[in-house]
């Protein structure tokens, strides 16, 4: 063997080795991967074309069947629609005030003041749900709570909360929202100081406006966070359970329950599986789709540098 072919086979060889270190490396990721992303998917997407309850023993198959009694039932329509309203506030709500949040923190030159306001902030978002729905729960309560105490105590009627239809979605949006946003004001914040600090010099020498500095400057070069965050923030609405199980149980009359706490109810409370399976692809393909749309309208509003 020549000189020359003797390097190339001893470097053909250490290729060969990184290779092989890299993908053994990689083997406990993707064994994490496959156990719990890739054979739940494919089981849910199975399970969803079987009948039974969860003790049956060897489940018939029957076809369309689960996905023709969503598309009949009413109360899987409503379900559908408590989804995207409960999304709709709580993306939104969250989004607008991170931004303005954010902002308002990174123009405040005391920083003192800034350490204690984000710590105010973000407090919230490293209690569990089930200590800030707790609390809700009793604060929000219509005959004992502590703010219908107040609203009596200033001459006002006591406020419905989590006790109506018509307010009880709208009341626990608010929770999470205020027990979320901390976390993506600290995102946006980390953007925010990223931004060349020429930029507004610039825009400050041609006396460019503060309101036109913001939509033309500030928004678009934090656009790839704005686009990362709010993708977080739709994916996380979309599985709410914890707040309606312990806040409303899905009540009242309907009008909280979401696709999650559906599926829920019915793998484990109606027995229904099969049915359960079946929203739950259903769940699957509003995240995908969604998820697909805010890239697609990314890449027009999107900047990157």
């Known amino acids: ?10 470097a053909g060889q250490n290729e060969k080795r990184e290779r092989l270190t890299g993908f053994m490396m990689a083997l406990p990721a993707i064994v994490l991967l496959i156990a719990f992303t ?10 969803s074309f079987l009948g039974g309850s969860i003790i049956s023993k060897n489940p018939k198959f029957v076809g369309m069947d689960n996905y023709m009694a969503l598309v009949e039932s009413e109360d899987f329509h409503e379900v559908l629609v408590n989804t995207g309203v409960y999304t709709l506030i ?8 991170s931004i303005v949040i954010a902002v308002w923190l990174n123009g405040k030159k005391n920083k003192k003041l800034n350490e204690i306001t984000q710590t105010f902030i973000f407090t919230p978002h490293i209690i569990s749900v089930v200590s800030v729905s707790t609390l809700f729960l009793w604060l929000m309560d219509s005959k004992n709570g502590f703010f219908n105490a107040i609203l009596t105590a200033l001459g006002f009627e006591p406020f419905t909360f989590l006790s109506s239809p018509d307010t009880a979605l709208f009341s626990m949006s608010l929770v999470m929202v205020w027990k979320g946003l901390g976390y993506y004001v600290l995102l946006i914040m980390a953007a925010l100081q990223n931004i060349p600090t020429s930029v507004y010099e610039a825009a400050e020498m041609d006396d460019t406006p503060a309101l036109r500095t913001f939509f033309k400057i500030t928004l678009p070069m934090i656009s790839p966070t704005i ?27 309907n009008s909280t329950n979401t696709l ?33 749309v805010q890239f697609l309208v990314g890449k027009k509003r999107v900047h990157y540098q």
């Open 1 to 10: 063997m020549s000189k020359e072919n003797k390097v190339e086979y001893v």
């Open 38 to 47: 890739v054979y739940p998917l494919g089981y849910l997407f199975y399970r």
């Open 90 to 97: 709580t993306v939104v709500l969250t989004m607008v005030l």
């Open 227 to 253: 686009l990362f965050t709010s993708v977080v923030a739709v994916i996380a609405s979309f599985k709410v359970f914890d707040s309606v199980s312990i806040m409303t149980g899905g009540g009242p009359l």
């Open 260 to 292: 999650v706490y559906y599926i829920y109810d019915y793998a484990y409370n109606y027995g229904k599986p099969g049915q359960a399976c079946a929203a739950g692809m259903v769940l699957l393909f509003f995240v995908v789709v969604v998820t697909y």
